[in-house]
């Protein structure tokens, strides 16, 4: 079953998605040489809970960190630390924020300094095929309608979409039905209905599609080793023109 959120939900989520924006935001500010992931991940921790909500992904199966923060190779779920970021890094953050009950998941990858012009085409590609995605996340479409323009975008860039991870329902868990993969045939899956909440979420890899799990058993890395990129925000699917929720009102 699919969550189909009330307006009093939609207001709800609203409220846990500016949160989670706004952490991104900051912590997307302070990627530059010199800091470290956990410098990062305590001022997303201490941002989510000076507005009166817990980090969602903090003990989530285990995790443990408030946000994922993910380099270079590394795809997803890096786990904050003592490693500092250095010139020329490309940097995934990962936030989410749960506060009246609702869930927000958003996430971003962020330029140390100067960058290779390809790592930075590799951001540029990511985030615009989320764009490319939404303009299919309306009422009446299907979910892989969503995904099959993702994939067609990236590809057509030369590059390549993971795939055995996805995005996802979100709302008051943080993974919900239904998985919206960013690879696929378009017409395919559950139908758009008003008032679903989707974590739509391109992982953009450099070279292969291919991941692997690092012995940590959280985070994932490009099979080759090249660059790995990824965008998300939280998605409301409405009668009309999606509505990003996980945007930012200022700090
Ligand atoms: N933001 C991730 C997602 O979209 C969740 C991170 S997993 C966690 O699925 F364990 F860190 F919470
Ligand atoms: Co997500």
């Given at each position: 079953?699919?969550?189909?959120?009330?307006?009093?939900?939609?207001?709800?989520?609203?409220?846990?998605?500016?949160?989670?924006?706004?952490?991104?935001?900051?912590a997307?500010g302070?990627?530059?040489?010199?800091?470290t992931?956990?410098?990062?991940?305590?001022?997303v921790?201490?941002y989510?809970?000076?507005?009166?909500?817990?980090?969602?992904?903090?003990?989530?199966?285990?995790?443990?960190?408030?946000?994922?923060?993910?380099?270079?190779?590394?795809?997803?779920?890096?786990?904050?630390?003592?490693?500092?970021?250095?010139?020329?890094?490309i940097?995934?953050?990962?936030?989410?924020?749960?506060?009246?009950?609702?869930?927000g998941?958003?996430?971003?990858t962020?330029?140390a300094?100067?960058?290779?012009?390809?790592?930075?085409?590799?951001?540029?590609?990511t985030?615009?095929?989320?764009?490319?995605?939404?303009?299919?996340a309306?009422?009446?479409?299907?979910?892989?309608?969503?995904?099959h323009?993702?994939?067609?975008?990236?590809?057509?860039?030369g590059f390549?979409?993971?795939?055995?991870?996805v995005?996802?329902?979100?709302g008051?868990?943080l993974?919900?039905?239904?998985?919206?993969?960013n690879?696929?045939?378009?017409?395919?899956?559950?139908?758009?209905?008003?008032?679903?909440?989707?974590?739509?979420?391109?992982?953009?890899?450099?070279?292969?599609?291919?991941?692997?799990?690092?012995?940590?058993?959280?985070t994932?890395i490009?099979?080759?080793?090249?660059?790995?990129?990824?965008?998300?925000?939280?998605?409301?699917?409405t009668?009309?023109e999606?509505?990003?929720?996980t945007?930012?009102?200022?700090?």
């Amino acid at each position: 079953m699919i969550p189909v959120k009330s307006n009093r939900d939609i207001d709800l989520m609203r409220r846990a998605c500016k949160i989670t924006a706004a952490a991104r935001e900051l912590a997307g500010g302070m990627v530059r040489p010199g800091v470290t992931t956990h410098e990062i991940d305590k001022a997303v921790h201490d941002y989510i809970v000076s507005q009166g909500a817990v980090p969602s992904f903090l003990n989530y199966n285990g995790y443990p960190g408030s946000a994922c923060i993910s380099i270079n190779e590394q795809v997803i779920h890096g786990i904050p630390g003592n490693r500092v970021i250095k010139e020329g890094d490309i940097v995934s953050i990962d936030v989410g924020a749960y506060i009246g009950g609702f869930h927000g998941d958003c996430a971003a990858t962020y330029a140390a300094g100067a960058i290779d012009p390809e790592a930075q085409r590799l951001i540029d590609v990511t985030r615009q095929s989320f764009f490319e995605g939404i303009k299919f996340a309306r009422q009446g479409y299907r979910v892989s309608d969503i995904s099959h323009a993702v994939q067609a975008y990236v590809e057509n860039n030369g590059f390549s979409v993971v795939r055995s991870f996805v995005g996802h329902g979100v709302g008051e868990k943080l993974h919900e039905e239904p998985e919206v993969p960013n690879f696929g045939s378009p017409g395919r899956g559950p139908r758009l209905v008003k008032g679903m909440t989707l974590a739509i979420e391109p992982m953009v890899n450099q070279g292969t599609y291919e991941v692997k799990v690092l012995k940590d058993h959280w985070t994932v890395i490009t099979a080759d080793g090249k660059l790995s990129a990824h965008y998300e925000n939280t998605v409301l699917i409405t009668d009309g023109e999606p509505e990003i929720l996980t945007v930012c009102e200022g700090l």
